[in-house]
């Protein structure tokens, strides 16, 4: 019923000569994907990925977007800048944007807001900390995510959104959740947007999961029900293992 995606965050990684590289590496490697790949690469290589992508069934995003038109921003880069660069999906409040960039909820929602007006494919990240974790505040933390992150926005366009969950404990850090830790937090997760919107709404939307997700763990994730895909990190800077959880997240 709900179509896989497999998205790729690269991260501040890969050069526009080290993104040419990995990418006429990977299309051969995915061209037989049943699932959505996409590539969400650094702003300087959005252009030339959405050139080297073409006809390769592989989409490009972004890692992040403006909530204003454009104007005196600096440092930001405008949905019409992303537009005509070639990038359809971006990534909105990534954990570590929350962490380090002080986004919020708040700016989290307006980025959304944003990025459904020009017609992108939102990837909206949520999850909890280690201490939150333990702290048994999960399901309230990604409710609250959720939520803010959601403010204003319409069923039709909730609808075309994508969430990835990615606990932050996992991030980057070879911890992945257990299959079932995943699979039960996804499945909150859709309760709340079921809360939000309705059945329709919940049962169609992707929920990926993210956090160390790899070639090793990627057949047992992907076999739960309540998960989507992946939002994959370290192992997408590498054509052989990206390519691997790609056609797993394909049978
Ligand atoms: P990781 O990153 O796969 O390296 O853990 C995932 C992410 O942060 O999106």
Same mark, same amino acid.
């Given at each position: 019923?709900?179509?896989?995606?497999?998205?790729?965050?690269?991260?501040?990684?890969?050069?526009?000569?080290?993104?040419?590289?990995?990418?006429?590496?990977?299309?051969?490697?995915?061209?037989?994907?049943?699932?959505?790949?996409?590539?969400?690469?650094?702003? *300087?290589? +959005? @252009?030339?990925?959405?050139?080297?992508?073409? $006809? &390769? %069934?592989?989409?490009?995003?972004?890692?992040?977007?403006?909530?204003?038109?454009?104007?005196?921003?600096?440092?930001?880069?405008?949905?019409?800048?992303?537009?005509?660069?070639?990038?359809?999906?971006?990534?909105?409040?990534?954990?570590?944007?929350?962490?380090?960039?002080?986004?919020?909820?708040?700016?989290?929602?307006?980025?959304?807001?944003?990025?459904?007006?020009?017609?992108?494919?939102?990837?909206?990240?949520?999850?909890?900390?280690?201490?939150?974790?333990?702290?048994?505040?999960?399901?309230?933390?990604?409710?609250?995510?959720?939520?803010?992150?959601?403010?204003?926005?319409?069923?039709?366009?909730?609808?075309? *959104?994508? +969430? @990835?969950?990615?606990?932050?404990?996992?991030? $980057? &850090? %070879?911890?992945?959740?257990?299959?079932?830790?995943?699979?039960?937090?996804?499945?909150?997760?859709?309760?709340?947007?079921?809360?939000?919107?309705?059945?329709?709404?919940?049962?169609?939307?992707?929920?990926?999961?993210?956090?160390?997700?790899?070639?090793?763990?990627?057949?047992?994730?992907?076999?739960?029900?309540?998960?989507?895909?992946?939002?994959?990190?370290?192992?997408?800077?590498?054509?052989?293992?990206?390519?691997?959880?790609?056609?797993?997240?394909?049978?």
């Amino acid at each position: 019923m709900r179509k896989p995606i497999i998205a790729g965050n690269w991260k501040m990684n890969k050069t526009a000569a080290e993104c040419r590289a990995l990418l006429t590496e990977l299309a051969p490697k995915v061209k037989n994907a049943t699932c959505d790949v996409v590539v969400c690469v650094p702003f *300087t290589d +959005i @252009a030339l990925a959405a050139e080297l992508c073409k $006809g &390769t %069934g592989i989409a490009v995003g972004a890692q992040n977007i403006a909530w204003a038109e454009s104007g005196a921003f600096t440092g930001e880069i405008s949905a019409a800048m992303l537009k005509e660069a070639g990038a359809q999906y971006v990534i909105i409040g990534h954990s570590e944007r929350r962490q380090y960039f002080g986004e919020t909820d708040a700016t989290v929602n307006s980025r959304l807001v944003r990025a459904l007006e020009h017609g992108f494919t939102p990837i909206v990240c949520v999850g909890e900390t280690l201490d939150e974790r333990e702290g048994g505040k999960t399901e309230n933390v990604c409710k609250t995510q959720v939520e803010g992150a959601f403010k204003g926005v319409s069923a039709d366009d909730a609808a075309k *959104t994508v +969430i @990835a969950y990615e606990p932050v404990w996992a991030i $980057g &850090t %070879g911890k992945t959740a257990t299959d079932d830790q995943a699979d039960e937090t996804i499945g909150y997760i859709r309760s709340v947007v079921r809360s939000l919107y309705g059945d329709a709404v919940a049962d169609g939307m992707r929920i990926q999961y993210g956090g160390s997700m790899n070639a090793k763990n990627v057949e047992g994730l992907m076999a739960k029900p309540q998960i989507d895909g992946g939002l994959i990190g370290g192992a997408s800077l590498k054509a052989e293992d990206f390519a691997y959880i790609v056609n797993s997240a394909s049978k």
